[in-house]
């Protein structure tokens, strides 16, 4: 439970609906890559045996800014990323002032950020990182973190004063949706074109890429396109209240059951699209699984 309080305090728990207007992009990108799932390690430099897991997948863009969704502790919430010329920005700070100069300061908060080193290496679970960007941010004279920041991956470290450290652990490439099965005797083939196996009815396979006749399903196993395939992005739900679905004109169509699944064919500017033009708004009670 500590541990929880701790990441909570660490990433903000906060969800609008867009950032800054958007400048060119520095050349440098320190956002996320949204073609990988990020986990993380939480856990205090008192006691770093006992350890919980974080997990970071992207829903899509709002606007021109990142929406990454994470889970930790059985909780989960979402948070917004957009790089311009200012800087890499979260949804309610700026994490990294460009241009990029050592010693440079910005207000985060009621703290104030400083650059304290450019061209770090940084060792973590997930492998080595380097020219990662070393941010201090002081609260007061006895509370500062230290935070870590890599090209295309964003904050990979993160050192708080209160004794909590978070480190990214596993980096794996993202499927991007899943291909639902609807009809009996469609076959899975390998990537020399033979068939593997028959799927069944009702199976959901996740899909990494795809082509003008075939879903990629991992590892060069593919999926062909027809009438028997349904490909969609994941499904949202709550398992604490009702959902609104709202209708193409945006008045209410209905509302769901407490823990209802809802499939999702894409995501645009805050919204799941879930069919037919009708949508749910991406709030901070809706959960997204791929």
Not at 150 to 179: C, D
Request: net charge positive; hydrophobic share 35%.
């Amino acid at each position: 439970m500590k541990n929880k309080i701790l990441i909570m305090a660490l990433f903000t728990i906060l969800l609008v609906s867009s950032l800054l207007p958007n400048a060119a992009a520095a050349s440098t990108s320190f956002l996320m890559n949204t073609k990988k799932n990020y986990t993380y390690t939480v856990y205090e430099q008192k006691n770093k045996h006992n350890r919980s897991s974080m997990t970071a997948t992207f829903t899509g863009k709002i606007n021109d800014s990142d929406l990454w969704f994470y889970r930790f502790a059985g909780d989960f919430f979402q948070q917004l990323y957009l790089q311009d010329d200012y800087g890499l920005e979260s949804a309610s700070n700026t994490e990294l002032k460009f241009p990029l100069v050592k010693g440079a300061e910005w207000k985060k908060g009621n703290a104030t950020a400083r650059i304290i080193s450019l061209n770090n290496t940084v060792k973590t679970p997930a492998g080595t990182f380097s020219n990662c960007v070393l941010v201090e941010t002081v609260y007061n004279a006895a509370n500062k973190d230290l935070a870590y920041y890599a090209p295309g991956h964003g904050l990979i470290k993160l050192q708080s004063g209160s004794g909590a450290t978070v480190e990214v652990s596993k980096i794996e490439n993202a499927h991007y949706g899943r291909v639902l099965i609807k009809e009996k005797g469609i076959a899975m083939y390998n990537p020399q074109g033979k068939v593997h196996r028959i799927l069944t009815k009702g199976e959901g396979l996740k899909v990494f890429k795809e082509n003008a006749s075939s879903y990629d399903v991992g590892g060069g196993y593919y999926v062909k396109k027809s009438k028997a395939t349904l490909f969609y992005t994941g499904f949202v739900y709550s398992k604490k209240q009702q959902l609104d679905i709202y209708a193409p004109n945006g008045k209410l169509h209905r509302k769901t059951r407490v823990g209802e699944t809802i499939r999702v064919y894409g995501f645009k500017n805050g919204d799941y699209q879930v069919g037919g033009g009708y949508y749910i708004s991406a709030d901070n009670h809706v959960q997204y699984d791929r």
